[in-house]
């Protein structure tokens, strides 16, 4: 039950993975589509907490290409814009695939919907 | 029987009995509601009622995720229990739900969550598992609370119940978060009962004014809620009487039991003096 809006939020955390690891690369992923209540509220105030162009990037592979290149602004978007934005983020859902990441090429197997993020021992990051 | 954190690691000890057993327990699930209810009081969400981006820590099978649900915040949960979270896709919680050890940090982008909550998950981090330094309790902390306040907004606040072995462990939990950046501190609800004492660790990003444990003393609290200090004072004066016990072997009971041995014809039974019964002087 990865949604998009998780995906883009997600970075990869490994030990000396601090740069190019956003956003995590999909692959041989499978969606499913469920119902989630709408709330503009929300929505106004998340879109600037997006990474837009990952966002895009990320719907497309998906099969998703509702949204504009260039990211809404929260104030003027129009209703439709935040539908089609409340359908990508909260309902498109993954199920199967993995999330590779682009730096270290680690992958986080994703499977029933759960994405395994755990770690081994020598990729933990120093504190 | 000993805490559950010192019997087995969290994945293993919440295997697939335990798993189930803990989530259709009607206590453990009304003490988890009210511990949820009372983590987002603390939390002080804008009273507005937006929806807000929470993150549920050691969500487990989504016990606290359904009151999240309910009241329509959206949510991302993550524990290292895998039959935990397979109950949680079974009860169909709304969150994403993802397998993460929250000792080994988060990987969220900063600044983008409203707020944090946990129920009854940091005291698992205070225990060893392997020798490695690198997943020693104080390491694991600190990656936890770094990790934490990066992906939480100014300001936002992240309350975090837990059970507490000492005073020792408070101390260690508090200033690893103090050190990863975080204001705020300890909120203890109903101190002065063993049982429904609750810690709450109350961190803040950005300055904001703290929160008040609750109080329950002296009969005054009212409603459900107490429910668990209701009968602390009867519990404390049971526990009085038993510890100041009567000496019953007193020179009474020394002269009855020695008549029952002569009447019984049994031989060298001492004879009955004024010494009976009395206290030998201190040796020094």
């Known amino acids: 039950m990865v949604r998009l809006l998780t995906h883009n939020l997600l970075a990869c955390h490994a030990r000396n993975c601090t740069s190019n690891n956003f956003p995590l690369e999909l692959r041989d992923v499978s969606v499913a589509l469920r119902e989630a209540d709408y709330s503009e509220d929300f929505l106004r105030g998340f879109i600037p907490r997006l990474e837009w162009p990952a966002l895009v990037q990320a719907a497309k592979q998906l099969g998703e290409d509702s949204l504009p290149e260039e990211p809404l602004d929260p104030a003027t978007a129009t209703e439709e814009q935040l539908k089609a934005l409340h359908h990508v983020l909260l309902e498109v859902h993954i199920e199967e695939g993995s999330m590779v990441c682009p730096g270290c090429q680690h992958v986080y197997p994703i499977s ?4 395994n993020m755990l770690l081994a021992e020598h990729e933990l990051a120093r504190s | 029987m000993s805490r559950p954190e010192l019997q087995a690691p969290p994945e293993i000890y919440y295997g697939d009995s335990v798993a189930k057993k803990y989530t259709t327990n009607t206590r453990v699930q009304r003490i988890q509601a009210e511990m949820t209810n009372r983590a987002l009081e603390l939390l002080a969400l804008p009273p507005d009622g ?39 896709l079974e009860r169909e919680v709304e969150g994403d739900l993802f397998l993460h050890d929250i000792g080994q940090g988060f990987g969220f982008r900063p600044g983008t969550f409203d707020g944090a909550i946990s129920i009854s998950v940091i005291q698992w981090l205070l225990n060893a598992e392997t020798s490695s330094p690198l997943s020693a309790p ?29 005073d020792d462990q408070i101390a260690l939990v508090t200033s690893a978060a103090r050190k990863a950046g975080f204001g705020g501190g300890v909120v203890v ?18 300055e904001q004014s703290m929160p008040k444990g609750k109080d329950g003393v002296e009969g005054e609290i009212a409603d459900e809620e107490a429910a ?7 519990r404390q004066r049971l526990k009085e009487r038993k510890g100041k016990k009567r000496n019953i072997k007193d020179r009474d009971w020394i002269i009855k039991k020695k008549e029952k041995y002569r009447t019984k014809g049994k031989e060298g039974v001492p004879r009955d003096s004024k010494y009976t019964g009395r206290k030998r002087k201190a040796a020094f």
Not at chain 2, 62 to 87: C, K, T
Not at chain 2, 138 to 156: D, V
Not at chain 2, 189 to 206: E, H, I, Q, T, Y
Request: glycine residues 8%; charged residues 20%.
């Open chain 1, 112 to 115: 029933n919907g759960i994405p």
């Open chain 2, 228 to 234: 668990d200090a209701r009968f602390e004072k009867r």
């Open chain 2, 189 to 206: 609800d109903f101190p002065n009962s063993k049982k429904a004492r609750k810690v709450f660790l109350c961190l803040m990003v950005g």
């Open chain 2, 138 to 166: 104080p390491a694991r902390l600190s990656r936890f609370f770094r990790t934490l306040h990066a992906l939480l907004r100014n300001p936002s606040r992240a309350v975090l119940q837990f059970y507490p072995s000492s």
């Open chain 2, 50 to 88: 937006a929806p807000s981006l929470l993150l549920d820590i050691g969500c487990g099978s989504g016990l606290s995720g359904e009151i999240l649900d309910e009241l329509g915040h959206i949510w991302v949960g993550m524990d290292v229990a895998p039959s935990m979270l397979e109950i949680a």
